[in-house]
């Protein structure tokens, strides 16, 4: 995200790591209309900075690595730039207590918005993969998210998604070399296809569940065959989105 390179790069020296937050979708296509009307524009004072999508009329799931001076999400409508899409300002952010860094996990914050999204032919939520729920190796999911198609380029106004499929975790931890807990590993290794900057907080959706949080991918590249984009596993975080959805708030 074009806010965070200097962020990002602390990160990376840091942690003698190469993840990089955010991503955008690479060779992927428009999303087809009246399609993933779950999917919000996450936008600070500059406009978009993450994806997100909605799981309830009051919040939204994305990536806590994009805490970056929220203020609104825009939803109910594939580009966020329609006059038709709704605005509505977040009113608290739900970051997880062992967030400090991508490179150590736990990278999920939900946004309680400040008013019920309207839901309708436009605007509905996505069910969350259940804790037992199986995903297979090369299992096919989709992505989506309004960031940037190349590395250099700039982010969309239009909704792209692409289709990945599920990489071995063993393979995953090979491949990078250190590896968070509760993670998913789906395209970039094997294929030119995957999410870039800008894609952030997005969900990865097998079988019209959202299975994954976009997390991070490889040294601001987009096209990056030696490592897989790397996703939070929501299976691993259902009991603690189902408690703060239910009473309204952030846990202590």
Known sequence: MKVLGQFLLFLALVCAASHVQGSVIVNGELAPEGSMQFMVSVQNENGHECGGFLISEDFVVTAAHCDNGLKHVILGGHNWKNSNVKKIEISNQCKH?????????????????????????????????????????????????????????????????????????????????????????????????????GDSGGPLVWNGKAVGIVSFNKNYNCKYPDVPNVYTDIREYVDWINNITKNKMCPM
Do not use: E
């Open 97 to 197: 207590k062992n967030y400090s860094d991508v490179g150590n996990g736990y990278d999920i914050m939900l946004l309680k918005l400040a008013n019920k999204a309207p839901m309708g032919r436009n605007i509905k939520t996505i069910p969350l993969a259940k804790k037992n729920m199986k995903l297979s190796v090369n299992q096919v999911c989709s992505v989506a998210g309004w960031g940037k198609m190349v590395s250099t380029g700039g982010l969309v106004d239009d909704l792209m998604v692409v289709n990945v499929s599920i990489i071995d975790h063993n393979d995953c931890k090979k491949s990078w070399g250190k590896l968070p807990p509760n993670m998913i590993c789906a395209g970039g290794k094997y294929t030119d296809k995957g999410f870039c900057q």
